[in-house]
Every structure is written in structure tokens, then in C-alpha cells.
């Protein structure tokens, strides 16, 4: 319902996409210019997250907590999305003499290009995702009744929650179909890392582990696109260890097959026809 609503050009389903996909709340999303939309070492497309815009759009804020800052990796069917919107902005600006380091990737209303540097307020992303969820999820009235410190009770529509569903439902799918660890979701969604490993022995700023949560969200890709494709040209193993694991990745007629186990420290073995590399 979304990806359909972002291909003709709504801005609020373009913003819950990003969401959907990365975890980010709205006034991240809605605070992001294309000069934040950056490429790694490896060439996949990635998000600096530094900022965030209060709820009408208007004003722009830095974070209060350090893990805010991050640099988010975007999964295949992002990169693909961003990269075409990316390049009709381009075309549109032709001759304007704006920027596209200058305009939003989610602009306040995207059929329209006189104000390209104005971004969607993000409680109207917050209506959108509402109305989604009441006309098209089917979640009917549902009241609980909690106590009070009165010793009373207050009745409460669980249909009309106002979490972030989207937030909610990234963390399930990045824990059950990506496999993130722990501390790649805390960083993800910009919370303390759980473990002292993640806390102090991960650099999670690192080209390659960056690369590495892309690999794995791309796996959220192939579900949100229903291809049953786990990355292109990569397939995945499971071992009969629970501490092993094995990748089987076939490129340019050569097959590369790399094996790691972890158990007191790791083993890599990485296998190309011709030589063989132990760590």
C-alpha cells in the first residue's frame, strides 16, 4: 500500500517508507537533504543522520544524545526509490539555480516544484500512517481498561495507539527476517548499545560492518518486494553447528564460498579455486 502511494508521487508515503525500512522516526526522515544521502567505500548509498525537524517542519534541531548521530546503510529497493527520485529532482532544477544539496528528499508537496527547499511536516506523515492504519489494517475499536492512581480505572482504545508502528514493526522484522545482532539494532535506532562488545569494541561508523548491515537489511528488502531473493547473487547456509556459519556467494562464473565459526574467538576460511586464506 505504501510503495504504491510513493510511486505516484506522495510525499507523507515516501517519508513512512524510509521509516518502514530504516527505523527512523519521522523528524529524522523529514529533516534529511539529498547532500545527507551519501555513498560508501563499497558504492551502496547510505543516510548521515545529524538532525531532526520539530513537528510543523519549520524548525531544525542537533540531537541531545550522542547515538543519535549515525550513519544508517539503505537496503537494494531504497537505493533504487531515492536514486530515481534523486534524479527528477535533478531534472527539475534545471536551470533554477538551487542545489540538490539544498532540497529535502521528502518534499512538502512533491507533484508541486516552485518551493523545492521546504520538507513535510512530520505530523502530516503522522496522519498518513493513522489513516493507513484504520481504512486498510482493519484494527477494529478495542478498549482496555487500566488503573489509575486514584484507584479507579480509564478506558483506552487500543485501535487509536499512537506509537510508531513503523519504528515497532522495522526492530521485529530486523530482528526476525535481517538477523541484526542486538547492538547493530541499537544502533540502528540510535539507542545504547546492550553489550560491552558493541559499546566499546565495535566501530559501527567502520566501512565494512557498515556494509555488512547492508547486506543483512537487504534481506528486508526481498521481503517488503516479495522476491524471495535474499541479495543479488548471494545465497545463505545454515550450518549443522549453531556456532557456524556459511556463505556461498557466486560472481563473474567463480564461486567464493567463505565458512566463519565462533567459538572462544572466530575461524575464517575463504575458498576461491585457486588459493585458500586462513584467519
Not at 510525499?11 to 530504516?22: E, W
Not at 486498510?136 to 508502528?165: A, H, Q, R
Request: hydrophobic share 35%; net charge negative.
Amino acid at each position: 500500500i505504501v510503495k504504491a502511494k510513493v510511486d505516484h508521487g506522495d510525499s507523507a508515503a515516501f517519508s513512512a517508507l524510509i521509516s518502514l525500512m530504516t527505523g527512523l522516526e519521522s523528524n529524522i526522515v523529514c529533516s534529511l537533504k539529498w547532500k545527507d544521502v551519501v555513498v560508501s567505500d563499497y558504492g551502496h548509498l547510505m543516510l548521515e543522520v545529524y538532525k531532526q525537524v520539530s513537528s510543523d517542519g519549520k524548525t531544525e534541531s542537533a540531537f541531545e544524545d550522542m547515538n543519535d548521530y549515525r550513519t544508517v546503510p539503505l537496503d537494494r529497493m531504497l537505493e533504487r526509490t531515492l536514486s530515481s527520485k534523486k534524479e527528477l529532482a535533478k531534472a527539475k532544477l534545471t536551470g533554477s539555480g538551487t542545489s540538490i544539496n539544498d532540497v529535502y528528499v521528502v518534499r512538502s508537496v512533491e507533484s508541486e516544484w516552485k518551493n523545492m527547499t521546504q520538507c513535510l511536516p512530520p505530523k502530516k506523515v503522522s496522519a498518513f500512517i493513522s489513516e493507513i492504519m484504520k481504512r486498510n489494517m482493519g484494527i477494529k475499536e478495542d478498549l482496555v481498561s487500566i488503573p489509575t492512581e486514584d484507584n479507579g480505572t480509564k478506558d483506552t482504545d487500543l485501535s487509536v495507539y499512537s506509537g510508531n508502528f513503523l519504528r515497532e514493526n522495522f526492530r521485529f522484522h530486523a530482528e526476525t527476517k535481517c538477523s541484526l545482532t542486538e547492538d547493530e539494532l541499537c544502533y540502528i535506532l540510535g539507542n545504547d548499545r546492550a553489550t560491552t562488545m558493541g559499546c566499546h569494541y565495535i566501530d559501527f561508523e567502520n566501512q565494512e560492518v557498515l556494509l555488512s548491515l547492508k547486506i543483512k537489511l537487504d534481506r528486508l528488502a526481498s521481503f517488503v518486494e516479495g522476491s524471495g531473493e535474499i541479495a543479488p547473487n548471494m545465497r545463505y547456509f545454515k550450518s549443522p553447528k549453531p556456532t557456524a556459519v556459511e556463505y556461498f556467494y557466486e560472481t563473474g562464473g567463480k564461486n567464493l564460498d567463505i565458512k566463519a565459526d565462533a567459538k572462544h574467538g572466530a575461524v575464517l576460511r575463504v575458498e576461491d579455486g585457486n588459493a585458500h586464506r586462513n584467519r
